[in-house]
């Protein structure tokens, strides 16, 4: 069955960078469209970043300019790197994989905190 492991979070400063990464197991990785949602407390989930089968990405306006995901589909992972860091930024980051003949896979989800 399709397994999504995230890794990466933390406690980190304002202003300061993470990397998360989210290893894929049980898809043929490199036919997907990879994602990053988060959702903090109170809030709706909500669209981070994704990356499609062709390299092609796409950003939340929030995070455009300070955040990057990538792929290697040698390794079924995906990452996202975060630099400056906002306390707005703190969630719990979810990875997704998607295709169209399958839907929407979800992993379970790693804390990001960022200090003020």
């Known amino acids: 069955q399709v397994q999504l492991v995230e890794s990466g979070g933390g406690l980190v400063q304002a202003g300061g960078s993470l990397r998360l990464s989210c290893a894929a197991s049980?898809?043929?990785?490199?036919?997907?469209?990879m994602g990053w949602y988060r959702q903090a407390p109170g809030k709706q989930r909500e669209l981070v970043a994704t990356?499609?089968?062709?390299?092609?990405?796409n950003y939340a306006d929030s995070v455009k300019g300070r955040f990057t995901i990538s792929r290697d589909n040698a390794k079924n992972t995906v990452y996202l790197q975060g630099n400056s860091l906002k306390p707005e930024d703190t969630a719990v980051y979810y990875c997704?994989?998607?295709?169209?003949?399958?839907?929407?896979?979800w992993g379970r989800g790693t804390q990001v905190t960022v200090s003020s």
């Open positions: 990356i499609n089968s062709g390299g092609g990405t």
């Open positions: 049980g898809i043929i990785f490199s036919r997907y469209t």
């Open positions: 997704i994989a998607y295709y169209v003949l399958t839907g929407n896979n």
